[in-house]
Structures are given as C-alpha cells and as structure tokens.
Nanobody, 115 residues
Framework: QVQLVESGGGLVQAGGSLRLSCAASRSIFSINAMAWYRQAPGKQRELVARITSSSNTVYADSVKGRFTISRDNGKNTVYLQMNSLRPEDTAVYYC?????????WGQGTQVTVSS
C-alpha cells in the first residue's frame, strides 16, 4: 500500500512552466511504475507520462518534447516538469503508482493555463 500526495499545481500563462511533485509514503525504489494522469472537465482521465523502476519513460504524444517525468528514489518522489504550457494542458493532474497489481492514486492538483 502507498499514499501519494501531489503538489506544485497552479495558474500559469501559456508558454510558462510548472513542476509537479508526487511524494510517496513509502520507498518507491521497487514500485513497478509511477505515472502522471490528467483529467480535464468533461473528458476522460488520460495518461500523461509514465516511468518504470528502471527509469524507462513513456509520454502521451500531446506532451512529448514539453514534459519530462523523473524520479528521486532517495526522496520517494516523482516529478513532472512541464514546459511550454498550453491552455489545453489545463486539467487536474493525478499521480499514480502501480504496486503488486493494484493502482493507487493521489488527490490531484489543479493546473490552469491561461491564454
């Protein structure tokens, strides 16, 4: 079991940057995969980026080249660096961990990008 707490969301102008953090309640060293998802109003939750225990990464096409996911095992934290933000990136961003066949979610952090 693991608890996840996101932080770092906020309001930013288009073209700006934000860094989201996801702090886990236990060591993430052996967690199979951790990811960031987002959900915009009226839309389904979608995968933004995923990082495995061996630091392999996957990104949604819409964020490739703009977002970077990383992990700091020593701090039990996963980050999402978001650059060149667009209004369409506006959403609630959720941290996710896949642990022994179960998915765990944080409470989400709001990101709003103004045009």
């Amino acid at each position: 079991q693991v608890q996840l707490v996101e932080s770092g969301g906020g309001l930013v102008q288009a073209g700006g940057s934000l860094r989201l953090s996801c702090a886990a309640s236990r060591s993430i060293f052996s967690i199979n995969a951790m990811a960031w998802y987002r959900q915009a109003p009226g839309k389904q939750r979608e995968l933004v980026a995923r990082i495995t225990s061996s630091s392999n990464t996957v990104y949604a096409d819409s964020v490739k080249g703009r977002f970077t996911i990383s992990r700091d095992n020593g701090k039990n934290t996963v980050y999402l660096q978001m650059n060149s933000l667009r209004p369409e990136d506006t959403a609630v961003y959720y941290c996710n961990a896949f642990v022994v066949g179960l998915y765990y979610w944080g409470q989400g952090t709001q990101v709003t990008v103004s045009s």
